[in-house]
């Protein structure tokens, strides 16, 4: 998505031409590869870090302009929201101290980031999916105002023909509909990339896909979105999710999503790859190309291939292949997108030299990795390791079924050990990296194990609002300090800081678990519900979860006093006595506007309401709760 010359509209003609120029510049790419160009006697390695940007109350901020104005620095660029940042590497040649200069680096240009933040008020989180994030965060408003990413959702909405559906599935669940792409950008990598030469292409990458599984198991850092509990990395359900154009009915037939782990081993080339995503999928996106690259090729330079690399950068493969140049010179190099941001510089440095080294160990072993592995393996290891981190179940070599920490501690970090230094990498970086992903393996406590932890243990003391605040500034805090996240004290509800951060507006502590009725069903059910509950308002929905009316104990006090029998209060319809068209409030409102009309209303409950779906509930005995931990607060205060 680098090129910004992009339209946000493509018609027939254009996308048909763009796709011409895409099969041109395949063609050359198999020139290029049979005359022997690409480059094979050396190895680079390289990343790309992403980032949050957030504001003093720990909230995502839209100040990505306004930061890489102050940066000033070309490693840095937009992602496709505001409250993100990339940072780019220079490329490192694989071998001495190449790991801790890719550390020293990483820290630099985080701390650029920082020091450019700092003065507007800002600060910046190295976190998978930010925990503060919510729905509101995602409207288009939030999007970074360039025609590259306008025109990415313009074609991504055309190919869906409809709104985006989520459903992801943990501890807890989350069903939810989107307008548009900008779900994607809860999503921050690392991303690392490996070059290899044409020859070794095949075997590598097929190895890259077997052990970017366990990989993935000891960096899961994303276990929380709008705060639900789902996968250990739900960064590889969301993302696969927030860029599927494929329809419901879509479903009866193989259609690949365009972010895919792939659907088979590489057999003879690189070009299998290419073939098969240009086959696959339409062009999203074009753009004006002046590059010929037969012409190119004919005048002794290296062609850029810009038609095939901008549709290569609309396919998300979780490795992707990707041809590059450097010093006039192409390349090859697998890109690996599946590892999370954070939770520390030296976390993710870890979790690259066990990637680094499982690929090499494991292609040093096995020629063919296919022999010994079935895809589908590769594959459901790849989808467990997101699911369940360091507690999933790994089919591996020889149909082993092992458990993630003995695979990786027993067998993964020495072979990893063994294969950086064949490669001439200096051994005390191979020690420290491995070492500190070998004591958080043992230890069981990655960057998501982290999080839930802290999560589940301020559960009985803070409202929803504020462990999110608290583990997004103990995140901050801690990744300053740089100790691995093994070392990590759980987070601290006071460390989410005042308590305005916590309750500023409704969606922060609305009450989502809702018992409601529908207008048919007798009020007798209304009050069971107010007894078993220990609620007094009950609210009442059709069948598509629209908000159609409100029971209130006071309504069926009424009903009492009335002169009723039971048998006759017992058999009322709710639609008789509800209440319709209450007063109803959007997740976004202000607490204090809330407080205020609810005390102009003399009402003792607001529905929380988005784009006509009932979606929470605020009552007085909320803001009780707000008013009692101020009251702790200033008596503090005080009173230290």
């Not at 020629?367 to 989808?383: K, S, Y």
């Amino acid at each position: 998505m680098g090129e910004k010359t992009l339209s946000a509209e493509a018609d027939k003609a254009t996308l048909r031409r763009f796709t011409q120029h895409v099969l041109g510049d395949l063609r050359a790419l198999e020139q290029i590869m049979a005359d022997g160009l690409i480059e094979h006697d050396v190895r680079r390695i390289g990343a790309e870090q992403e980032m949050f940007i957030v504001d003093g109350r720990w909230r995502p901020a839209l100040a990505a302009r306004d930061v890489l104005a102050a940066l000033g620095d070309r490693h840095f660029t937009t992602e496709i929201a505001l409250f993100n940042l990339e940072a780019n590497l220079d490329p490192l040649v694989f071998g001495g101290d190449c790991l801790r200069r890719m550390e020293t680096a990483l820290d630099g240009l985080v701390a650029q980031a920082r020091a450019a933040a700092a003065p507007q008020g800002l600060d910046i989180v190295l976190a998978g999916i930010l925990p503060t994030l919510r729905k509101s965060d995602l409207g288009m408003e939030s999007m970074v105002p360039e025609p590259r990413y306008y025109a990415l959702a313009s074609a991504l909405d055309r190919l869906r023909g409809g709104a985006f559906e989520f459903h992801i599935k943990g501890v807890d669940e989350l069903i939810l509909q989107h307008e548009s792409v900008m779900l994607e950008a809860c999503n921050t990598s690392f991303q690392t990339h490996f070059q290899v030469a044409p020859s070794e292409f095949p075997n590598l990458y097929n190895v890259a896909q077997v052990a970017v599984g366990p990989v993935l198991a000891a960096a899961c850092n994303s276990p929380l979105l709008f705060g639900r509990r789902l996968w250990h990395e739900t960064r590889i359900a969301l993302f696969q999710q927030s860029i599927d154009t494929r329809s419901s009915m879509d479903h009866l037939r193989e259609r690949s999503p365009r972010v895919t782990f792939g659907s088979r081993w590489v057999r003879r080339s690189v070009l299998e790859l290419y073939r098969e995503d240009v086959g696959r999928f339409r062009a999203l996106l074009a753009a004006d190309l002046t590059e010929d690259p037969f012409a190119v090729l004919a005048a002794g330079q290296t062609p850029k291939l810009q038609a095939l690399t901008l549709h290569n950068s609309t396919v998300y493969r979780w490795n992707r292949a990707c041809y590059g140049v450097t010093d006039g010179k192409p390349h090859l190099r697998i890109e690996n997108r599946v590892m999370p941001a954070g939770p520390t510089v030296l976390d993710e440095v870890a979790n690259a030299a066990l990637w680094f080294g499982v690929v090499c160990g494991l292609s040093d072993a096995h020629p063919d990795i296919t022999a010994v592995m079935r895809f589908d393996d590769a594959r459901m290891n790849f989808r467990a390791a997101a699911r369940h981190g360091l507690r999933a179940q790994f089919h591996w070599l020889g149909h082993e079924t092992i458990p993630a920490q003995t695979l990786i501690c027993d067998r993964l970090v020495p072979l990893a050990a063994e294969a950086l230094a064949s490669r001439g990498i200096d051994a005390a970086d191979v020690e420290r990296y491995l070492g500190v992903v070998d004591r958080r393996v043992r230890a069981g406590v990655n960057g998501a194990e982290w999080v839930l932890r802290s999560f589940d243990g301020m559960a009985p003391h803070g409202s929803l609002g504020a462990r999110l605040n608290a583990i997004t500034a103990a995140m901050i805090a801690r990744q300053k300090e740089g100790k691995p996240v093994h070392e990590w004290e759980p987070a601290r509800l006071d460390e989410g800081g005042s308590w305005q951060y916590s309750f500023h507006k409704v969606e922060q502590y609305m009450t989502t678990d809702l018992f409601t009725v529908h207008e048919d069903e007798p009020i007798e059910l209304v009050a069971n519900l107010m007894d078993w509950e220990r609620i007094r308002h009950v609210p009442v929905e059709d069948h598509a979860h629209r908000l159609v009316g409100l029971v209130s104990y006071r309504t069926l006090l009424r009903l009492l006093g009335s002169g009723l029998d039971r048998a006759g209060v017992a058999g009322t319809p709710v639609s008789e006595v509800m209440h319709r068209d209450p007063i109803t409030v959007p997740p976004e409102m202000p607490t204090l506007e809330a407080i205020r009309l609810m005390h102009e209303r003399q009402v003792g409950c607001l529905p929380v309401v988005k784009n006509g779906q009932l979606i929470g509930i605020v009552t007085q005995g909320d803001f009780m709760d707000v008013a009692r931990d101020l009251l702790e607060a200033k008596l503090k205060e005080t009173n230290p």
